[in-house]
């Protein structure tokens, strides 16, 4: 089959096609999303060798020795994390942080930027006739960003202030907000002027910020230093630690939503004499986003800025670097 | 006065005695306790200039215009928070978060490092006769270790590691084992060899980490990463972090206890794909420390290593610089 694979340099292969093991499921990709992630991964985020990829939609085309026949045909979303079943963690229900899982494309497991790829039947969640593919490709990041809602309570009326206005941002903006929160979505002048745009034909109030650094400077928008209960850190990069701990009120939280292969640095004085929280936040039920999915609640298919081809992965690759851009799929076929 | 005075360097200076405001006491301190953010403020820490010290026991002397009057001759402790009473954060008792506040010999304001002091007579908590002054002084650091049990919940047996057998770190773990919390204190071979035997003698789980670095190299007993609920970080040192972040299992919570003036860096990858909890925690209520004092639950008079003249302040500290050691308290007369 056609995949892309990373092993330093990511590459378009002809590979042998992946036998599902007992209790798997062999599937045909038909879309896939590119993620912040792999982008990490190519800097060498989690040290990942092989076909990335961990959002797709598919439909099953093999589980022989399933118990439950019926999945044969099915157009499915997949859990990423495979996990043992018997430790601690995935005895209580969360086992997203099993000690001896694999991750789909990230973590000892083969990806979806491939025309075929296997994952436990246990993974696999059915999409509803009238999501469309286009929508549920955005099943596993809008299950991480509704993780934070697992994680925290939020009373309705909470001022939020999310930090990034790229893929993972406008998920979680629109999450939040669809849970009652007050959402502020702040973003760059340049490349994100056009996503604020798209956020505020949503309904969702923007700040454009103007500089890089200090809060205090601002677009079109006041922004007032410490005046936000919740800041989501979804900028995925270093520096967006320090502006959100700018942002946050005394005894408020940061959720920090995106991963990235460089260290951060921050003055932690702040985050102690204000109390403030950093929460770490990722993977979530998938249940939750297919569950919000059909209400139109929201936006995910016009945050789709290009389809390419599978075959024309790299291309994909190169243009999510050089243009503004916000999700980019692989249709395989 | 004499007084300790920091403008870039410290000295012991002759000052005049400071009057107190309407609703303020003068009081004369008896005792002062040097803390580690003292020792940070003299690296910068805040940006103070003025008398440090912010624990003490005294008695007021002075009180004209106060509506309490019994004030007079009382032995007291004071909180060190010093708040407007009127923004949101004194409305909802978060005074400690007041905007305007000024905080007793750290931000504008003199502190106890001297023979007097003033502070507003809501501040102040008389100590109860059976609590010796070598306690009373603990008040305001038992006060700030309580604290923790205040923002997070924290069951019975919960397995807990605190990170630094220093002054902060042994009143930490002493509090959150009263609190029914499974403690283990974590040390270093060396200068902390004595602390750690004196925590066993209160009955203390302990370990000796024999290098600085990785959580896996270990003195006299076992240490596995990601095996704690919660892991304070009480080292005053940039380095306690990474280290934390290492013993916290995966949901885990790493509480923040100490204040420095340097910045630290840390791998938020690890915070985020565990999603850690990150608490930053300061001061704590009065009430509660002075609760827990008499009950001999937590040993404090066995942790003061030396008692220096006010008129010596300079050797104390540097004394505290020099040796291995925990508490070293100023008295004056």
Redesign the interface.
């Known amino acids: 089959m056609k995949a892309l694979h990373f092993d330093g340099q990511l590459s378009l292969r002809d590979v042998p096609n992946p036998q599902p093991a007992s209790g798997e499921a062999l599937i045909r990709v038909r879309l896939a999303g590119i993620c912040g992630t792999d982008r990490q991964i190519l800097k060498g985020?989690?040290g990942f060798r092989g076909i990335p990829g961990h959002e797709f939609v598919g439909e099953v085309l093999k589980c022989d020795d399933c118990d439950d026949k019926p999945w044969i045909g099915r157009r499915v979303v997949g859990e990423i994390n495979v996990t043992c079943g018997h430790c601690d963690?995935c005895r209580r229900g969360?086992g997203r942080?099993c000690?001896s899982r694999t991750v789909m494309g990230i973590i000892g497991r083969p990806g979806a930027f491939a025309e075929f790829v296997t994952l436990p039947v246990a993974n696999l969640h059915e999409v509803p006739g009238e999501v469309p593919d286009e929508e549920a490709v955005f099943v596993e990041p809008l299950a991480a960003a509704a993780e934070i809602l697992e994680?925290m309570p939020l009373a309705p009326g909470t001022r939020v202030a999310v930090l990034g206005a790229g893929r993972l941002g406008l998920l979680v903006a629109q999450v939040l907000r669809h849970a009652g929160a007050q959402v502020t979505v702040i973003g760059r002048t340049g490349r994100s002027d056009w996503k604020l745009k798209l956020a505020q034909s949503w309904g969702l109030n923007t700040v454009r910020l103007e500089t890089a650094g200090e809060v205090g400077a601002h677009g079109d928008a006041p922004l007032q230093p410490?005046s936000f209960a919740v800041v989501v850190e979804a900028t995925s990069s270093?520096q967006g630690?320090e502006e959100a701990l700018q942002l946050v009120e005394?005894?408020g939280t940061v959720v920090?939503?995106?991963?990235?292969?460089e260290?951060?640095?921050?003055?932690?004085?702040?985050?102690?004499?204000?109390?403030?929280?950093?929460?770490?936040?990722?993977c979530g039920n998938f249940a939750t986003a297919l569950d919000l999915l059909p209400r139109d609640a929201i936006h995910v298919e016009e945050m789709i800025s290009r389809v390419f081809p599978l075959a024309e992965g790299l291309e994909a690759f190169n243009y999510l670097e050089s243009a503004s851009c916000l999700k980019v799929l692989l249709r395989n076929g």
């Open positions: 985020y989690s963690w969360l942080h000690v994680q410490r270093p630690l005394p005894r920090m939503k995106s991963t990235f292969h260290v951060a640095h921050f003055d932690t004085a702040n985050l102690v004499v204000n109390e403030i929280t950093l929460l770490g936040s990722r």
